[in-house]
């Protein structure tokens, strides 16, 4: 038997070749996402210590920064060679060309202590005193700085000030590398700059021969409490901590996606064997005739499936080792550090031989054994002509159940506010389908044979009845088609969805002409009084606010408060200003609050304005009790809340000025702050959803290759069929049926096919994205399910185009054969 299998394996390869293929690009997608991330684990354990080499003890903030003053008394304790206070947050740097450089910037203290320096210096040196910089050399380099000339730095404290460059570093690939400049000054600079405090930590150099766990104890008896006191290996530990968390969610995302290639993959093997052993039943039987038992043919089955896996895993590790360093390569053109190369391991290489031959051997398993179910005499007969079994009663009652309780979870979801709803109701919805495939998809195909036979006659009538002759083989097929298809509708919807909910918010909120926003972080203290003294320039809103005593504090404008509001109980919003407040409808019935009434916010007295409402849910929830919000006017704001900053400023030009000039005037004043962006309504809108778009993009094309390999499927099942129906092709061409018609039977039945697997996955896509957005919805947010006809309609147009092309070769070889030698085929 063993002998036989081998040679069965070689005689039906080419029938088993697109199954490889199949098994190929799975375990590909596997092994490319473990060698790959593997690489970025090995590269983030490299860099975890890059800049603590001469770190022998840190002390690490607590709920506050550190204070300069805790420096000198570390320092100054027995034991202690160097300390020095650190911190990284963001600033700007104004580039050459008199504009801010783009991408976002690392800000850091560097040591003065020669003792603590671990920065690579490719040129100068590093800061020794208050007014030098240095930057990495990527920066250096693009802007043509020359060192020793002036650059000029500005972050949250204030507006850019001139620095003399004594250096270049490199920091590529390091923590600190993430796509924008790096700016290393001296510890006072870095405070001053980023309007901090104190410090993140300060690093400790000790003296040779001194016990670190004494000197330990010292430091954290220096400190104040709740300071963290670690030794280099604790240091280092969190550092690799830190370095991996994010590669971890990263590798479970695409984890994920290789899982879901992996079982498109499956249900594309299962339904070649099915096929192929359907096609050998004859073969069979005369094994069984000759003395064969049932488990020996049987196991010969799961031998040959086991040999196809391993042979196609084998290539698939090949191609992932390719396609992770294509991955590699397009995070690092984007700018997105993904350092540490390709990792190929001996794990990866056996994990993936095993899944790929599990996966095979698995999906073969089902098909093998009711292959060896058909009685040896019976099973003479030719197996094309055999009727294939209808779906059972059970099957069909357990795919209504579970259809009814996908619908009922995903509504559910909706009406709960529970996200794992929506998973349990897409994937039971999707297990119903699945069960009532042979009937639904059949059903489907008839219906758009209709204007196909409209269009191409008797083609596609041929081609509806070879679709629909064997329900189960083009069920499995088509389901292939959805899961792929259903997640890019998801997809597509929810960020669509997402989207006009962002866009629609800011219409309701934002009703000025400009935004002056903070790049990475909040605007700088002075920007907004700037601003406000322009006389081009008539509004000047910066959004700020304050949780105190369980109420929300906000900065509120006259102009602009009203357009937030929803509704008015009592008083006049326009009445806000200096000693006057709105307080929201759910805080004064609270505390028995009313109009004219005298107040206490923050320890200072306020008269209620006005009692109004906002019924709009804030996106992402709020920090106290709904309604619990008091409105103030920003001069008064200020004085409560001198420290506290937003992130956006609203602009509008004064009376008789036109946009042009209040732009201008704008900019005039943005120049020199680095760390800000102007923005118009148009331009905010973009910035806000440019993130959705760049997601469904990454998402789309990882979830591209499972559409592929169910598209290998639809080719399979084509190219399987026609070795099936070569007699009857023979018989079709004998009695007219043209080469182009045969051509376009085999092309409408693959179109039908594919069409009717999106048509379903897009329905069943619009239904998960129909539950997540009600979920969104209820959580908080303008969010409504929007369909973008276009893209479903796209994916539609893809996948009909695909399928024409996956029909190319099973109509070649349905017509490579003459028609004499075909008619007394076998």
């Known amino acids: 038997m063993l002998r036989l299998t081998l040679r069965q394996v070689r005689a039906d390869g080419l029938r088993l070749l697109l199954s490889s293929l199949a098994i190929v690009l799975g375990v590909a997608f596997v092994a490319g996402t473990l060698m790959f991330t593997d690489g970025m684990r090995a590269g983030a354990y490299q860099r975890a210590g890059a800049f603590d080499r001469h770190t022998d003890l840190a002390a690490y903030a607590g709920a506050t920064p550190l204070p300069p003053a805790l420096v000198d008394r570390v320092r100054a304790l027995d034991g202690v060679a160097a300390a020095a206070g650190?911190?990284?947050?963001?600033?700007?740097?104004?580039?050459?060309d008199g504009r801010p450089v783009l991408g976002y910037a690392v800000l850091a203290a560097i040591p003065t202590e020669p003792a603590l320096q671990s920065y690579d210096v490719v040129a100068g040196r590093l800061p020794q005193r208050p007014g030098e910089v240095v930057l990495d050399e990527r920066t250096v380099a693009e802007q043509r700085?020359?060192?020793?000339?002036?650059?000029s730095v500005g972050g949250a404290a204030g507006a850019a000030r001139s620095y003399t460059l004594v250096g270049a570093v490199d920091v590529a690939g390091s923590v600190r590398d993430v796509g924008g400049p790096f700016i290393g000054l001296t510890g006072a600079d870095a405070l001053a700059v980023g309007g901090g405090r104190g410090y993140?930590?300060?690093m400790v150099a000790t003296r040779p021969g001194v016990d670190v766990t004494a000197l330990a104890e010292r430091v954290r008896a220096a400190a104040e409490p709740g300071v963290t006191v670690r030794d280099r290996a604790a240091i280092l530990d969190a550092a690799v901590t830190d370095a991996v968390r994010d590669l971890r969610q990263f590798e479970l995302m695409l984890g994920t996606f290789a899982a879901v290639a992996v079982v498109v993959a499956g249900f594309v093997i299962a339904n070649t064997f099915a096929i192929v052993l359907a096609q050998r039943s004859r073969r069979t039987a005369l094994l069984r005739l000759v003395g064969a038992t049932r488990g020996q043919v049987h196991r010969a089955t799961l031998v040959e499936a086991a040999l196809t896996g391993l042979a196609a895993s084998a290539i698939g590790v090949l191609v992932g080792t390719a396609l992770a360093a294509a991955l590699g390569a397009l995070l690092g053109g984007v700018g997105a550090p993904a350092g540490g190369g390709v990792t190929v391991t001996l794990r990866t290489v056996l994990l993936s031989l095993a899944l790929g031959t599990a996966l095979t051997v698995g999906a073969a398993a089902l098909p093998a054994w009711q292959g060896t179910r058909i009685a040896p005499v019976a099973a003479l007969t030719d197996a094309a002509t055999r009727p294939a079994r209808p779906a059972g009663r059970v099957r069909l009652v357990v795919g209504a159940l579970a259809l009814a309780a996908g619908v009922a979870s995903l509504w559910g979801a909706g009406a709960t506010g529970q996200v794992p709803l929506v998973a349990a109701g897409g994937l039971l919805a999707f297990g119903g389908v699945v069960a009532f495939g042979p009937v639904l998809v059949p059903a489907l195909v008839r219906v758009l044979g209709v204007p196909a036979r409209a269009l191409f006659g008797a083609p596609a009538a041929l081609a509806v009845a070879n679709a629909v002759r064997n329900p189960r083989r083009v069920a499995a097929t088509a389901t292939a088609m959805v899961i792929g298809i259903g997640l890019v509708s998801s997809f597509v919807v929810g960020a669509g969805s997402v989207k006009a909910g962002i866009e629609r918010a800011v219409d309701a909120r934002v009703g000025v002409?400009?935004?002056?926003?903070?790049?990475?972080?909040?605007?700088?203290?002075p920007l907004a009084a700037e601003l406000a003294a322009r006389p081009e320039l008539g509004v000047v809103h910066e959004q700020r606010r304050r949780v105190t005593d369980g109420v929300e504090v906000r900065a509120a404008h006259p102009a602009l408060v009203r357009r937030t509001l929803s509704g008015v109980d009592a008083g006049d919003p326009g009445a806000l200003g200096p000693g006057a407040v709105l307080v929201h409808r759910e805080l004064a019935a609270a505390r028995g609050w009313a109009v004219d009434d005298t107040v206490t916010v923050a320890g200072r007295p306020f008269r209620v304005a006005?009692?109004?409402?906002?019924?709009?849910?804030?996106p992402g929830g709020g920090r106290v009790?709904?309604?619990?919000?008091?409105?103030m006017a920003d001069a008064d704001f200020g004085r409560l809340f001198p420290a506290e900053r937003g992130y956006l400023a609203e602009v509008d030009p004064a009376d008789g000025v036109g946009a042009d000039a209040a732009r201008v005037a704008v900019e005039s004043v943005i120049a020199r702050y680095p760390t800000v962006n102007l923005m118009d309504q148009a331009a905010y809108k973009r910035m806000l959803t440019g993130t959705v778009d760049m997601v469904l993009g990454f998402v789309t094309a990882l979830l591209g290759l499972a559409v592929v390999i169910s598209l290998v499927g639809v080719a399979n099942t084509l190219s399987l069929s026609v070795v099936e129906r070569t007699r009857e092709n023979a018989v079709l061409r004998a009695v007219g049926l043209s080469r182009a018609g045969m051509r376009a039977t085999l092309a409408v039945e693959a179109v039908l096919t594919a069409l009717v697997g999106t048509l379903i996955g897009v329905a069943l896509g619009i239904g998960v994205a129909a539950g997540a957005m009600a979920v969104v919805a209820r959580v908080g947010g303008e969010f409504t399910l929007v369909l973008p006809w276009g893209r479903l309609g796209l994916i539609v147009a893809v996948a009909g185009l695909a399928a024409l092309?996956?029909?190319?070769?099973p109509a070649r070889r349905a017509l490579a054969r003459p028609v004499v030698a075909s008619l007394g085929a076998d």
């Open 86 to 96: 650190e911190l990284t947050g963001t600033a700007g740097v104004v580039g050459a």
């Open 145 to 151: 700085f020359a060192v020793g000339g002036p650059v």
């Open 200 to 202: 993140g930590r300060i």
């Open 513 to 525: 002409d400009f935004l002056v926003t903070g790049i990475g972080g909040d605007l700088p203290a």
């Open 610 to 618: 006005a009692v109004v409402a906002d019924d709009r849910p804030v």
């Open 625 to 631: 009790r709904r309604g619990f919000v008091v409105e």
């Open 805 to 809: 092309l996956a029909s190319v070769l």
